[in-house]
């Protein structure tokens, strides 16, 4: 099992409100991700780091933002919620190995399928 | 940049056959391909990776093989059981200094009918 948490697991919440998605690890690892997945299936990376202080944007425009104050925490907020937000939200990690090193997976959290009305 | 194709997008099969799915990436620095199963309602996870120098992996009922000139990846499922009905990502993963960058594939959703 991997160790890597996301609150809430769902939410549903009406329109203009400000929402803040937990995502937690304890591995330790260096590089953490969001990703949006709608029910067409496919994983839009939305936000990344590389660690604290870090925060890039993925390949897909999100109106989202993040923050990455401690390693094992990578929260995503969105200020004012509209429903074209509605959908569910994956966090990851994996470790950084420095170079041309070993490669690893990356593991998910449980996600959280967001709902706005 | 990196782009990853995956076929078929959707797959039936009976109980105790066989299951193909086909990746395709584009980016030749990858050196690593995890596939991943995503069961309704959680996240995906792991079930079998391979790495640039290895041709083929199996585990259990579980394959992958890797065909870095073609820069093509299947994953094979023998003996497919009721559980096995989920959707599936493959990855295509190129290093950086800071660890992996992961394009996934746009998935395939696998139905084994009893």
């Known amino acids: 099992e991997a160790d890597i948490y996301q609150t809430p697991r769902y939410l549903v919440i009406g329109t203009g409100k400000k929402i803040t998605l937990e995502c937690s690890q304890t591995?330790?690892?260096?590089?953490m991700y969001w990703y949006q997945q709608d029910p067409g299936m496919e994983l839009h990376l939305i936000h990344y780091?590389?660690?604290?202080?870090?925060?890039e944007k993925g390949d897909l425009s999100s109106e989202s933002t993040v923050s990455r104050i401690r390693t094992e925490h990578f929260p995503l907020t969105l200020e004012s919620a509209r429903p074209s937000h509605t959908s569910q939200y994956l966090c990851?990690?994996?470790?950084?190995?420095?170079?041309?090193?070993?490669?690893?997976?990356?593991?998910f959290g449980q996600g959280t399928r967001l709902t706005v009305v | 940049g990196e782009n990853v194709e995956q076929h078929p997008s959707t797959l039936s099969v009976q109980e105790g056959d066989s299951a193909v799915i086909k990746c395709t990436y584009s980016?030749?620095?990858?050196?690593?391909s995890p596939w991943y199963k995503q069961e309704l309602g959680k996240g995906p996870q792991l079930i079998i990776d391979?790495?640039?120098?290895?041709g083929e992996k199996k585990d259990q009922r579980i394959a992958v093989t890797l065909n870095k000139t073609a820069k093509h990846f299947s994953l094979h499922i023998t003996e497919t059981q009721p559980e096995d009905s989920a959707v599936y990502f493959c990855?295509?993963?190129?290093?950086?200094?800071?660890?992996?960058?992961?394009?996934f594939g746009p998935g395939t959703r696998l139905s084994v009918l009893p």
């Open positions: 990855a295509a993963s190129t290093p950086d200094n800071y660890g992996q960058n992961f394009v």
């Open positions: 990851a990690s994996s470790p950084s190995v420095g170079g041309l090193g070993l490669n690893t997976e990356a593991f």
């Open positions: 591995m330790g690892h260096d590089k």
């Open positions: 391979i790495r640039s120098n290895v």
């Open positions: 780091s590389y660690g604290v202080n870090s925060t």
């Open positions: 980016d030749s620095a990858s050196n690593y």
